[in-house]
T-cell receptor
Framework: AQKITQTQPGMFVQEKEAVTLDCTYD???????LFWYKQPSSGEMIFLIY??????QNATEGRYSLNFQKARKSANLVISASQLGDSAMYFC?????????????FGAGTILRVKS | EAGVTQSPTHLIKTRGQQATLRCSPI?????VYWYQQALGLGLQFLLW???????NRGNFPPRFSGRQFPNYSSELNVNALELEDSALYLC??????????FGDGTRLSIL
């Protein structure tokens, strides 16, 4: 069975500094995808970044980058130059590839608070 | 392009009642997923529909059911509501193996 582990219940970071949110995963599938979502207090889930298991390079999207270490089964999210608006819950998720699409398995989440 | 839309935003029911939640996917997306996020917990996969068919369901009792219409919109029905069904219900849509994009959710409160 697939499993996502986020070991940091909460994190603080100073505005304008970088922060790394940890995510480890467990799967026996050779093909999978790793996702990060942001959930502000308002509740909506915002897609941030995606990494495929066969991608050779780490994914980047603006201030977000994914530090993918396949051998260690980790997919940490790095947010550079933190902003106050980055304060939110962050979820790491893994897709279980199926015939017609993907089913996502989510970690427990990490609450990030950006301090001014 | 309109995102995933869910209705209603909030829903208040009493124990034993039935609730219907609705979701309209992003135009062109054929897959719709439903997740439950209970207070303080992560997202738990509920149901997945693609091309009108139920493709997979999570570890939830049969009183959680749904359907997908020809226009790919979807309904989630919860029968015989229990207090522990109080949660944020999130709908997501995707194009087969692409990233899932979520709606703003429906907050279901059971009194």
């Amino acid at each position: 069975a697939q499993k996502i582990t986020q070991t940091q219940p909460g994190m603080f970071v100073q505005e304008k500094e970088a922060v790394t949110l940890d995510c480890t995963y467990d799967t026996s599938d050779p093909s999978y995808g790793l996702f990060w979502y942001k959930q502000p207090s308002s509740g909506e889930m915002i897609f941030l970044i995606y990494q495929g298991s066969y991608d050779q390079q780490n994914a980047t999207e603006g201030r977000y980058s994914l530090n993918f270490q396949k051998a260690r089964k980790s997919a940490n999210l790095v947010i550079s130059a933190s902003q106050l608006g980055d304060s939110a819950m962050y979820f790491c998720a893994m897709s279980q590839v199926m015939e017609y699409g993907n089913k996502l398995v989510f970690g427990a989440g990490t609450i990030l608070r950006v301090k001014s | 392009e309109a995102g995933v839309t869910q209705s209603p935003t909030h829903l208040i029911k009493t124990r034993g009642q039935q609730a219907t939640l609705r979701c309209s996917p992003i135009s062109g997306h054929t897959s719709v997923y439903w997740y439950q996020q209970a207070l303080g917990l992560g997202l738990q996969f509920l149901l997945w529909y693609d091309e009108g068919e139920e493709r997979n369901r999570g570890n939830f009792p049969p009183r959680f059911s749904g359907r997908q219409f020809p226009n790919y919109s979807s309904e989630l029905n919860v029968n015989a509501l229990e207090l522990e069904d109080s949660a944020l219900y999130l709908c997501a849509s995707s194009l087969r193996d692409r990233a899932q994009h979520f709606g703003d959710g429906t907050r279901l409160s059971i009194l």
